[in-house]
């Protein structure tokens, strides 16, 4: 792996950054979903760097990707979940799962943000295990049907497409799993905001599905093949996850760094206290830490290579990286880190969330201790490779 980023990706990141700089922290303030920044990034590229040019991408690469999703990250979070849903793990799992009409008809307009899209895996009884999930899928004959309830489902109150994960058979427990995808613009698709602790900027809904309607076509991989899918997804989604907790991570890092300079007590500078000084260093390491983890999964998977385990790692200690680095910015910045005017009690908020996306942090210690203990390995061969999209001109 070679540390050093390629000059296509330095100047995609030098666009995000500007993007950042220019449109997103004028408006921070904001909260609640702006829809222009999505047509936006989309115009931008910042979606399509893993996505051949025939689907709006640059095939800039998985690593790429990363770069863009940790620097809008450190701008607002919350605009982090569209990279999941945006460059991720709606349009890649099409692209990569569906037939080439199915391709065709939804990827482009998802990659350049014309058009919205969710993942819809969680239920009010099923979240972690994804085999009990109680959503049916049935075969009509001259369509699929979708009957059920999901929760905690992000753009589910303003995506135009939805990947929906469900279950024809509960008996076969994850062999009984499908995944389609829907358009949610009919009458039995009702989607209900959810109110939540922090990420403002991306919207979270629960779902109701009666009779959903989906043309026979539109499922992706074979009949059954549902939790093949939904772990190819939630792999290349924990890229997204990992690199906007790093995002976040660094935002809190650069408050506290100009904090340090600005505050002073007993008539110096707290930067020049030794415990500050601490504190800074162990958000540094860490920090550091977490985006090497995070670059090396998505190099793996830029070269085809398994990376379950390694995005597992990586996505962990991301989380717990970001959220200790929430709380040390809300020590450094004292009394003011509770305030309001400051941007670190929205951090400090935005933070617990990356401890649950995409995965637990307990999911994924199970995942790394199985594989390390050789109970259950992480990394096997990949069914599809990036390299087999390059091809798609």
Same mark, same amino acid.
């Given at each position: 792996?070679?540390?050093?980023?390629? !000059?296509?990706?330095?100047?995609?990141? #030098?666009?995000?950054?500007?993007?950042?700089?220019? !449109?997103?922290?004028?408006?921070?303030? @904001?909260?609640?979903?702006?829809?222009?920044?999505?047509?936006?990034?989309?115009?931008?590229?910042?979606?399509?760097?893993?996505?051949?040019?025939?689907?709006?991408?640059?095939?800039?690469?998985?690593?790429?990707?990363?770069?863009?999703?940790?620097?809008?990250?450190?701008?607002?979070?919350?605009?982090?979940?569209?990279?999941?849903?945006?460059?991720?793990?709606?349009?890649?799992?099409?692209?990569? %799962?569906?037939?080439?009409?199915?391709?065709?008809?939804?990827?482009? =307009?998802?990659?350049?943000?014309?058009?919205?899209?969710?993942?819809?895996?969680?239920?009010?009884?099923?979240?972690?295990?994804?085999?009990?999930?109680?959503?049916?899928?049935?075969d009509r004959g001259d369509c699929i049907a979708v009957n059920g309830a999901k929760t905690w489902i992000s753009n589910g109150t303003v995506a135009d497409y939805a990947v929906v994960y469900g279950s024809y058979d509960r008996s076969l427990k994850h062999r009984g799993l499908c995944a389609v995808v829907v358009e949610t613009d009919q009458p039995g698709w009702k989607a209900r905001e959810t109110p939540k602790l922090g990420d403002k900027s991306s919207p979270i809904a629960e779902i109701h599905m009666e009779d959903v309607r989906?043309?026979?076509?539109?499922?992706?991989?074979? %009949?059954?093949?549902?939790?093949?899918?939904?772990?190819?997804?939630?792999?290349?989604?924990?890229?997204?996850?990992?690199?906007?907790?790093?995002?976040?991570?660094?935002?809190?890092?650069?408050?506290?760094?100009?904090?340090?300079?600005?505050?002073?007590?007993?008539?110096?500078?707290?930067?020049?206290?030794?415990?500050?000084?601490?504190?800074?260093? @162990?958000?540094?390491?860490?920090?550091?830490?977490?985006?090497?983890?995070? *670059?090396?999964?998505?190099?793996?998977? =830029?070269?085809?290579?398994?990376?379950? *385990?390694?995005?597992?790692?990586?996505? &962990?200690?991301?989380?717990?990286?970001?959220?200790?680095?929430?709380?040390?910015?809300?020590?450094?910045?004292?009394?003011?880190?509770?305030?309001?005017?400051?941007?670190?009690?929205?951090? &400090?908020?935005?933070?617990?969330?990356?401890?649950?996306?995409?995965?637990?942090?307990?999911?994924?210690?199970?995942?790394?201790? =199985? =594989?390390?203990?050789?109970?259950?390995?992480?990394?096997?061969? *990949?069914?599809?490779?990036?390299? #087999?999209?390059?091809?798609?001109?």
């Amino acid at each position: 792996m070679h540390f050093e980023l390629n !000059e296509e990706t330095r100047g995609i990141l #030098e666009t995000a950054r500007r993007f950042v700089e220019n !449109e997103v922290q004028p408006r921070i303030r @904001e909260e609640g979903f702006k829809r222009d920044f999505v047509s936006k990034m989309g115009q931008l590229g910042f979606f399509g760097c893993a996505f051949p040019p025939r689907f709006g991408g640059s095939d800039s690469g998985f690593l790429a990707h990363s770069v863009v999703c940790e620097e809008v990250s450190r701008g607002d979070s919350g605009l982090r979940s569209l990279f999941n849903l945006q460059g991720m793990t709606v349009p890649y799992t099409i692209m990569e %799962w569906g037939t080439q009409a199915v391709r065709e008809k939804y990827v482009r =307009d998802l990659v350049l943000g014309n058009k919205l899209g969710c993942t819809c895996f969680s239920e009010p009884n099923a979240g972690s295990d994804l085999a009990s999930m109680e959503t049916r899928i049935e075969d009509r004959g001259d369509c699929i049907a979708v009957n059920g309830a999901k929760t905690w489902i992000s753009n589910g109150t303003v995506a135009d497409y939805a990947v929906v994960y469900g279950s024809y058979d509960r008996s076969l427990k994850h062999r009984g799993l499908c995944a389609v995808v829907v358009e949610t613009d009919q009458p039995g698709w009702k989607a209900r905001e959810t109110p939540k602790l922090g990420d403002k900027s991306s919207p979270i809904a629960e779902i109701h599905m009666e009779d959903v309607r989906v043309p026979k076509e539109n499922l992706l991989g074979a %009949w059954g093949q549902g939790f093949t899918v939904a772990m190819t997804a939630l792999d290349r989604g924990r890229i997204s996850v990992a690199s906007g907790a790093v995002g976040l991570a660094q935002a809190c890092l650069d408050a506290s760094v100009a904090y340090a300079y600005q505050r002073v007590q007993f008539g110096r500078p707290i930067r020049e206290y030794q415990q500050v000084k601490a504190l800074i260093a @162990e958000m540094v390491a860490q920090i550091d830490a977490a985006r090497l983890l995070v *670059r090396r999964a998505s190099w793996l998977n =830029d070269q085809g290579a398994p990376f379950t *385990r390694e995005i597992a790692i990586a996505k &962990y200690f991301a989380g717990e990286t970001v959220v200790r680095a929430a709380g040390i910015a809300m020590e450094i910045h004292g009394g003011m880190g509770y305030s309001l005017e400051m941007p670190v009690e929205k951090y &400090y908020r935005d933070s617990k969330l990356y401890q649950i996306a995409e995965g637990t942090v307990n999911i994924m210690r199970l995942l790394i201790g =199985d =594989d390390e203990l050789g109970i259950k390995k992480a990394n096997r061969p *990949r069914l599809h490779v990036p390299a #087999e999209f390059r091809g798609l001109e």
